[in-house]
């Protein structure tokens, strides 16, 4: 069980687009349409932001998008906002029962 | 509302044990997965366990496997993580986060959090 890879870093400039990697394996992103995206600001809990790839749960804004080729799965934010500015974290289901999260991104608007 | 309220953290010596709980409310409790999440101070999110809603399923991360069992009580609304032989590495806040209906599914809900911190 190795953690998801993922950028420490990212930044872009209110109402640009900035996009968030997340590399696994075959055994985990590449076998399960599963990826699962999370936000979350200092001392608060993650709030879910997309599930299965690229599904937006009711009430998330839709320039949040995602996207998976091969092993690797992508969050995407347009239009960026100085309330993006948060650490993201990508999730993948690894089979038999376990859960993988990636290290985290932290988004920067400049 | 959904509300998942986690509690049992503290500071305990390493070798020693802990009993976590999250109460759930707001919800039929025993239509899902639900799940412990970690994150050490100024650190990411670790998952560490998950259970289905009928504990027929369960999985662990391997830094926790043979050390915590989880755990659940339908009847009474509450998930549980029993955390032994802890280690200093084991410090950190632990979430309850609900899941759908397979174990697989994503953490839609996470409770807000209770501190966990092994030293001596």
């Known amino acids: 069980q190795s953690a998801l890879t993922q950028p420490a870093s990212v930044s872009g400039s209110p109402g640009q687009s900035i996009t968030i990697s997340c590399t ?30 690229s599904k937006r749960p009711s009430g998330v804004s839709n320039r949040f998008s995602g996207s998976k080729s091969g092993n ?22 690894a089979g038999s ?3 993988l999260f990636g290290g985290g991104t932290k988004l920067t608007v400049l | ?19 976590l709980s999250c109460g759930a409310s707001g919800l039929t409790f025993d239509d899902y997965a639900m799940h412990w999440v970690r994150q ?20 662990y991360a391997d830094s ?4 915590f069992t989880i755990s659940r009580d339908n009847a009474k609304n509450s998930l549980y993580l029993q955390m032994n032989s802890l280690r200093a590495e084991d410090t ?12 697989r599914d994503a953490f839609d809900i996470w409770g807000q959090g209770t501190m966990v911190t092994v030293s001596s």
Do not use: F, H
Request: with cysteine; proline share 4%; aromatic share 12%.
């Open chain 2, 64 to 67: 926790v496997k043979g050390r």
């Open chain 1, 24 to 53: 696994g394996t075959s055994s985990d992103v590449g076998s399960y349409n599963l990826v699962s995206w999370y936000q979350q600001y200092p001392g608060k809990a993650p709030k879910l932001m997309i599930y299965e790839g």
């Open chain 1, 97 to 99: 029962n376990t859960v």
């Open chain 2, 92 to 103: 950190a806040l632990y979430y309850c986060a609900k899941g759908w209906a397979a174990l």
């Open chain 1, 72 to 93: 690797t799965a992508s969050l995407a934010v347009s239009g960026l906002q100085a309330e993006d500015e948060a650490d993201y974290y990508c999730c993948s289901y």
């Open chain 2, 1 to 19: 509302e959904v509300q998942l309220v986690e509690s049992g953290g503290g500071l305990v010596q390493p070798g020693r044990s802990l009993r």
């Open chain 2, 40 to 59: 050490a101070p100024g650190k990411g999110l670790e998952w560490v366990s998950g259970i289905s809603w009928n504990s027929d399923n369960i999985g």
